[in-house]
T-cell receptor
Framework: TQLLEQSPQFLSIQEGENLTVYCNSS?????LQWYRQEPGEGPVLLVT?????EVKKLKRLTFQFGDARKDSSLHITAAQPGDTGLYLC?????????FGDGTTLTVKP | DAGVIQSPRHEVTEMGQEVTLRCKPI?????LFWYRQTMMRGLELLIY????????DSGMPEDRFSAKMPNASFSTLKIQPSEPRDSAVYFC?????????????FGDGTRLSIL
């Protein structure tokens, strides 16, 4: 069984602060995806990282894939209330994704 | 383009009743996934199909759960008989291996409450 652990589980910060969310596993994945989910909706893909050590930036969001392709991090700079949501990482192998338990982020104005 | 369409959006029924959840994937997507999401267990993969064929149903909790995909544009997840512990949000997702990064496109889910 491939398990993904995310930390922290909950995070509440003020607007303008920086934060990092972690996603760790003992399994190697061919790629790792980050999704964001808002209440009443399904998860929406933010980014996919494929190469060990890869760094991708999406505006104020920076995603990194570990060298061994077992872990990943999501860093948000100058968080805004619109960043509030559930962030899910998912390890991808052979057509199937395994999801972590998610990090619930609340950004207060 | 229409995304993944799930129905109903909400379902409230009494335990013991049969429940059928429906999903229309994005046209042209070869893969279809059924997930269940709860606060306690997070997002769990129940079963997935490739070209209408079930590939992995190891996540289906028990024999009360069954899923079918009679054609490329329709899938059902059935629970019979339903129990209160089945209460959750059920998501359907589809993907296309030819799409860069093969993202899963999720529907808005069915919120199921078993009384």
């Amino acid at each position: 069984t491939q398990l993904l652990e995310q930390s922290p589980q909950f995070l509440s910060i003020q607007e303008g602060e920086n934060l990092t969310v972690y996603c760790n596993s003992s399994s190697v994945f061919s790629s790792l995806q980050w999704y964001r989910q808002e209440p009443g909706e399904g998860p929406v893909l933010l980014v996919t990282v494929v190469t060990g050590g890869e760094v991708k930036k999406l505006k104020r969001l920076t995603f990194q894939f570990g060298d061994a392709r077992k872990d990943s991090s999501l860093h948000i700079t100058a968080a805004q209330p619109g960043d509030t949501g559930l962030y899910l990482c998912a390890g991808f192998n052979a057509g199937k994704s395994t999801f972590g338990d998610g990090t619930t982020l609340t950004v207060k104005p | 383009d229409a995304g993944v369409i799930q129905s109903p959006r909400h379902e409230v029924t009494e335990m013991g009743q049969e429940v059928t959840l429906r999903c229309k994937p994005i046209s042209g997507h070869d893969y279809l996934f059924w997930y269940r999401q709860t606060m306690m267990r997070g997002l769990e993969l129940l079963i997935y199909f490739n070209n209408n064929v079930p590939i992995d149903d190891s996540g289906m909790p028990e024999d009360r759960f069954s899923a079918k995909m009679p054609n490329a544009s329709f899938s059902t997840l059935k629970i019979q008989p339903s129990e209160p512990r089945d209460s959750a949000v059920y998501f359907c997702a589809s993907s296309n291996p030819a799409e860069l990064d093969q993202p899963q496109h999720f529907g808005d889910g069915t919120r199921l409450s078993i009384l």
